[in-house]
């Protein structure tokens, strides 16, 4: 038994692992059910997420409320941050089962309250309640990951969670667009929920058996930590507000934008690790690097498609499958860093993972020259990608093996705290400055005219920029090891 499972397995009278099996992969006994059920979870919250993109637009209109759509998103990103903090305090006490089965149903709640929303209130009400169940799984995962698996299996099952979003980038808006066509946008939400029952009834059992219940069964659990429920609250509102005023570049939106800000930046100081914003040596560095990485790239790949679209004439599928192959790329970068043989040079891994990031969102604009190829967007974003399959499960990897068991969950909830977070900043960064610079308004509509305005200026205000702050990435990458006593 390693140090990372919960002490209480002894009670449970689980087997001992010989040294074989240890030697396994995440598919030799006894780990087979457990990475099976826990992997189909991700690839079911992933095809939501690659597909919800294509059936929002359809049912914004037909529910009379394309005035309401940002908030369609915004909604399930608001309370996915309580839910992230939640559900680290809820591990860290009782265990990850409790939060993971509340989670996954609430994520499909949330999905059967939008599937059959009669309003667009109501449709945005359920996008809350899936992402308050979204917020809960994904940290109660990375829990799981800490205690069930031993250290050597941890960056396997993290490349398997990475591989799980390469089919629904592909295939997720094709048959997303497909059910929404023939069967109308609502299947695209109330088809998911009858297929989490499978991977619950295979998962469950083990997570019951290797993970539950506290770290230290012989101490009782304590409460919740109120000031930090109260933190989560002020991220989510603070973010809510910013995303908000970022709507409408108005002299008015400085209202939700200061109120929002004076919210957030404490409740923010207060929930990640200390000295993050000062990129300190060790774990504050790995949750920072979390969020610079996934925010660059996130934000100039929003931008991507629409340039492809309205200044080269590329219909949007073609413009889509520009992107396509990055998924496998991604996919191969995270299963090289679960490599063995990588683990000593981790560290240089993560920086030229950076670097490429960097390269491939400076590279993008290149195409606002005609004499360059519209394919160096796809072959640019495929090394780009490859960059980010490195560094996020790395990061993954550094931040539960820097945290101590009974910190696991609060650990996890400050990662993907600052994945999301950096991810909505910096897209209403560049999406502010993209309209300043006469970036145009992208109407209801799906051709290639829907945002003619558009200036090529503008989309190189967000593509620089976005290159610049992966630099900075790349300098954080050389401080992850903690510093000697």
């Known amino acids: ?10 009670v449970t009278a689980a087997p001992i692992v010989p040294p074989s099996e240890l030697q396994g992969g995440i598919l030799r006994a006894p780990y087979r059910a457990l990475s099976l059920g826990i992997v189909s979870v991700v690839l079911l919250i992933a095809f939501e997420a690659t597909a919800v993109g294509t059936a929002m637009p359809v049912a914004a ?19 996915s941050l309580f839910g992230m903090v939640l559900a680290g305090q809820w591990a860290d006490r009782r265990g990850p089962l409790g939060p993971l089965a509340t989670g996954i149903g609430g994520f499909a709640a949330g999905l059967v309250l939008s599937g059959t929303a009669q309003a667009m209130w109501m449709f945005i009400l359920g996008r809350a309640v899936q992402g308050l ?5 994904i940290v109660a995962l990375y829990v799981v990951v800490s205690r069930a698996y031993p250290e050597h299996l941890r960056p396997s099952i993290l490349a398997a969670f990475a591989a799980s979003w390469v089919v629904p980038s592909v295939v997720g808006p094709l048959v997303s667009g497909t059910v929404t066509e023939h069967l109308g946008w609502r299947w695209v939400f109330l088809g998911i929920p009858v297929l989490v029952a499978a991977p619950l009834a295979l998962a469950l059992p083990q997570i019951r058996r290797r993970a539950a219940g506290p770290v230290d069964s ?16 002020g991220i989510s509102l603070g973010a809510g507000l910013l995303q908000y005023a970022g709507q409408e570049l108005r002299w008015l939106s400085l209202l939700p934008a200061v109120l929002g800000a004076a919210v957030l930046v404490p409740a923010v100081l207060g929930l990640l690790p200390r000295g ?32 492809l679209v309205t200044q080269r004439g590329l219909s949007p599928t073609m413009a889509g499958l520009s992107l396509a192959v990055g998924g496998a790329t991604w996919a191969f970068g995270s299963f090289v860093q679960s490599r063995p043989a990588m683990e000593p040079h981790r560290t240089r891994l993560m920086v030229v993972g950076m670097l490429l990031v960097a390269a491939a969102i400076a590279t993008a604009p290149t195409v606002l020259i005609e004499a360059v190829p519209v394919w160096i967007v796809a072959v640019a974003w495929a090394f780009g990608c490859l960059g980010m399959g490195t560094v996020i499960g790395s990061t993954s990897v550094l931040l539960l093996r820097l945290s101590p068991p009974k910190d696991a969950g609060a650990n996890s909830a400050a990662l993907q705290i600052s994945d999301g977070l950096s991810n909505a900043l910096l897209l209403a960064a560049g999406g502010a400055a993209f309209a300043a610079l006469g970036g145009g308004m992208v109407g209801a509509g799906h051709g290639a005219g829907e945002a003619g305005g558009s200036h090529p200026g503008a989309f190189v205000a967000v593509f620089l920029p976005m290159a610049a702050v992966a630099l900075v990435g790349a300098w954080v990458s050389t401080r992850l090891k903690e510093r000697a006593a």
């Open 133 to 137: 169940g979204g917020g809960l799984v």
């Open 276 to 307: 993050t914003y000062r990129a300190a040596h060790g774990l504050p560095s790995v949750v920072l690097l979390r969020g610079i990485a996934a925010g660059s790239f996130i934000a100039a790949e929003s931008f991507v498609p629409l340039m």
């Open 218 to 233: 012989d101490v009782p659990a304590g409460p919740f930590d109120r000031r930090r429920i109260r933190l989560a609250l």
């Open 61 to 79: 209109r037909e529910l009379d409320g394309i005035s309401l759509y940002a908030f369609g998103f915004s909604a399930y990103f608001t309370t």
């Open 1 to 10: 038994m390693t140090a990372l499972e919960p002490r209480d397995a002894e």
